[in-house]
């Protein structure tokens, strides 16, 4: 459920006394109404679902949590490699899957 | 479920449900019927085709190709809808020239003579059927052809969307070529001429009010030229085909059907251009299933692609052409993609029209 | 588009995969309540990727899935209505009631419409003064503050040619109601993102502790479902139940206080009936009595109607996680999304949609020889 995507908003104006926006979905810009972050600034990024603002984005939550997936998985590469692995066990993926990855 | 043509078409005999039929029984056209997908092939296969009868038709080509006075013909119609009339990149007349042309270029025919009726709706500005006739007028020259015959019929006000616009074409297809989904065998490569999706998306930008930072215009084109350039490399190329509704998916899913060969590609290869994407993920839609214009795709023996492609890429209608997958003798009938992470998902052939998901 | 590619990225998603598959010493299933997780699994193929231990069982939360057939019926019953623009979100079009579709409808001569927004089905109202404007009002927490939004302002600027066909779902009455199935095998959540963006956390805490279940709020991204389940089986291995966020990048803990106010203001709880599932107790949103005006139930005459759900349909069982889709004996066969039984077949986020649409490959069994690809 709940196709959300973030963007970033780019000018707020108030229309018809609702709080509205135009925002930015990477070069896609579509109108948004801002009525439930009343206190969100342009520049910011907000997750729209269905026109409307919902949350804002929180950029350094975004930074951590990417930089958090870096640290992983560094000590298991003696594990064997996942695909490899998950590939033998469903037989899912023909050999030569790797190329495709990279 | 022992063989994936059930699967595909299950034939089932629904007098023996017992259970209420599900909504496989449609008594009344629904918009589907006209999106390129499942529904528009079964109203071909179970009501034109059996009324029409004729071996020429039941090849279901883009062109019809016809042996006449010791010529081999291409012989193609198309009719155009399209709302709005005029969109960025181009208007309903450029389409119905170029859709004509193009359906006769998969056959490898430059296209000669076109035929052009106009359903016009009552009340419709004159001036905007004179910019449309310029704009016809326009695409015809550019693509070489001329238009040698037409029709004008009015309908009442409220009986038609303004313009509605049916051309038909002829043209010779070039001795020594044979373009048939029959003829793809497993080993073939899959080309795609340039990066997909952008015409639907141009269209919808229009309907759903999306601007673009970045400008998204209709790549409507006639691929004539090109497909000489790559029929100039050889003559042995397997099969053309304009993936314009339903979208790439729908043309491979068409041919991989047609010629009863698996498809295998690799949607990292697929160019998608990142302002078609994002449409498309704000939309909730999927951008192998939105349609092209002045885009094909081509199955070609494998001993050709390179030189194939670098045909396509010296042209600039392929600029950016690229290898997208190949023909396979598995999984017959279906398309196959292989997902950026490294997974594998079934790209089917969509329903009816696409729509919009929330969720 | 920013802050979605590098939630997609390959070499990432790699390390979360080995971090997985070394964390993981025994079987786990995991749900993931949201239909959309569901899509975004399927189509990366990410279940193929995770270690044979950990099992998805795909949740309830296709809110086009387990809206009820009796409202379905209604909805095709008021749209076929003279002087009415019916306004939907796209996916509901095709969701099969006792014999029709919305899209059937409209065949038939009937004003459907797909909006985008519930807003545009108001600006259609106001752009139509003499047409009933009704919109279909659907979907969990996260659709739910837009369209009370939107009867909040047809209320307010007196846009009387308005109303909305409401039938709003809730999840955590969804979780308490699998958890408490006797059948049920799920042993950890993959909480729904962006219901929590609007919700916030605070209803979690109580379904973990007393269900003993993890409950880990997770995005839609590769990345962001890999980090989910990743977090889930962790505390699976180490034996905890804790509420946690994996998204925090759209979900803060008390959610959206301004979306909920709203929510609070127009909509009031009631029982709700799933299809597939049957009545959860105050799993579902109606207009609350201020704004009963707006409530196409009750401006258009809708009772009495009776429905008829197909036999073979085993949806309900598939959207509780009891049988995996193709398990089911009309899939594929009696049921595809040409011709569905029942929802969960129709919407592209339904399990068995996305089962049929991605899946076929792996659960036809085609023998194949591996072919390198260009």
């Known amino acids: 459920m709940c196709l959300a995507v973030p963007g970033k908003v780019l000018d707020i104006e108030e229309r018809d006394g609702t709080r509205m926006a135009t925002v930015d979905f990477g070069g896609v810009v579509k109108e948004v109404c801002l009525e439930y972050l009343p206190d969100i600034q342009v520049g910011e990024y907000a997750i729209v679902h269905v026109g409307f603002a919902l949350q804002r984005l929180d950029e350094e939550s975004a930074k951590q949590t990417l930089e958090l997936f870096e640290t992983l998985g560094m000590l298991q590469e003696e594990f064997g490699d996942p695909w490899e692995t998950a590939a033998e066990a469903n037989g899912t993926l023909p050999p030569g899957s790797e190329e495709a990855l990279r | ?359 | 588009m920013k802050y979605i590619e590098e939630f997609q990225d390959p070499e990432l998603a790699r390390r979360l995969l080995h971090e997985i598959h070394a964390t993981v010493t025994r079987p786990w299933a995991l749900m993931e309540v949201c239909g959309g997780q569901t899509h975004s699994i399927i189509r990366h193929g990410i279940d193929q990727l995770l270690p044979a231990e950990v099992e998805l069982i795909h949740g309830p939360g296709c809110p086009v899935c387990v809206t009820p057939l009796e409202v379905i019926d209604k909805a095709l019953e008021i749209a076929s209505r003279p002087g009415v623009v019916f306004c939907s979100f796209g996916d509901m079009l095709r969701v099969p009631g006792t014999g029709r579709d919305l899209f059937q409808v409209r065949g038939a001569g009937g004003d459907v419409r797909v909006v985008y927004s519930p807003l545009d089905a108001l600006r259609i109202a106001q752009q139509n003064p003499d047409r009933q404007v009704v919109f279909f009002g659907i979907g969990f927490e996260t659709t739910a503050p837009p369209n009370a939004m939107t009867v909040h302002q047809a209320r307010k600027l007196g846009i009387r040619n308005f109303s909305m066909l409401v039938s709003h779902v809730r999840v955590p009455p969804a979780i308490e109601a699998i958890m408490r199935s006797p059948s049920c095998r799920v042993q950890g959540f993959l909480a729904a993102g962006h219901v929590c963006s609007v919700m916030g956390v605070d209803e979690y805490p109580e379904l973990a502790r007393r269900f003993r279940v993890p409950i880990v709020v997770t995005g839609f991204e590769p990345l962001d479902i890999l980090e989910g389940v990743r977090r889930t089986v962790a505390q699976l291995e180490r034996g905890e139940h804790t509420v946690d966020n994996a998204y925090p990048r759209a979900v803060r803990a008390e959610g959206n206080p301004a979306a909920k106010a709203m929510l609070e203001d127009v909509f009031e709880v009631t029982d709700r009936s799933w299809r597939g599932i049957g009545v959860i107790p105050g799993s579902g949103w109606r207009l609350s009595p201020k704004y009963r005006d707006y409530d196409a139930e009750h401006r258009f005459s809708v009772d009495g109607i009776r429905t008829r759900e197909p036999a073979e349909c085993r949806s309900g069982e598939v959207l509780q996680g009891l049988i995996k889709p193709h398990e089911c004996e009309a899939f594929g066969t009696l049921c595809t999304p040409r011709t569905p039984l029942g929802a969960t077949m129709v919407s592209s986020e339904g399990a068995c949609a996305a089962y049929y649409l991605y899946r076929r490959l792996d659960i036809t069994p085609a023998p194949r020889e591996a072919t390198p690809v260009v």
């Open chain 2, 1 to 359: 479920m022992s063989d994936t043509t059930d699967l595909r078409m299950p034939s089932v005999d629904p007098a023996s449900w017992t259970c209420p039929a599900p909504l496989y029984d449609q008594s009344r056209v629904v918009m589907g019927h006209g999106g390129g997908g499942a529904l528009s092939a079964e109203l071909v296969r179970d009501v034109f085709a059996p009324a029409f009868g004729g071996e020429t038709l039941a090849q279901l080509g883009d062109a019809a190709a016809l042996s006449l006075g010791g010529l081999r013909l291409a012989f193609s119609t198309d009719s155009f809808v399209v709302r709005p009339l005029f969109f960025p990149g181009g208007s309903i007349g450029d389409l119905a020239v170029n859709g004509t042309v193009n359906d006769l270029a998969m056959s490898g025919a430059r296209a000669s003579y076109l035929s052009c009726g106009f359903i016009l709706e009552e009340g419709v500005e004159l001036d905007t059927v004179a910019r449309v006739a310029d704009a016809l007028g326009a695409a015809a020259r550019a693509a070489g052809v001329e238009v040698a015959t037409g029709d004008t019929k009015v309908v009442e006000a409220g009986h038609g969307d303004g313009i509605f616009i049916n051309t038909a074409g002829i043209g010779l297809i070039p001795a020594g070529v044979d373009l048939r989904p029959q003829r793809v065998v497993p080993g073939d490569v899959v080309i795609v001429s340039g990066p997909i999706g952008v015409h639907g998306v141009a269209i919808m930008s229009v309907r759903e009010g999306l601007e673009f930072g970045v400008e998204i215009e209709s790549d409507c084109a006639a691929l004539g030229p090109l497909v000489d350039a790559m029929l100039a490399v050889t003559p042995d190329l397997h099969v053309l085909r304009d993936p314009t509704r339903g979208g790439l998916g729908a043309a491979l899913n068409e041919l991989a059907t047609a010629s009863g060969t698996g498809v295998v590609i690799t949607e990292r290869e697929v160019p998608i251009p990142p302002a078609v994407a994002n449409a498309c993920a704000v939309l909730g839609l999927d951008p192998m299933y939105v349609a092209n214009e002045g885009k094909l795709v081509a199955f070609v023996p494998r001993r050709h692609a390179d030189a194939v492609l670098e045909a396509m890429r010296a042209h600039p209608l392929g600029a950016e052409a690229r290898i997208i997958g190949e023909a396979v003798a598995d999984h017959p009938g279906m398309v196959v993609a292989r997902t950026g992470l490294g997974g594998t998902r079934v790209v089917d052939l969509p329903i009816g029209e696409q729509l919009p998901r929330i969720c």
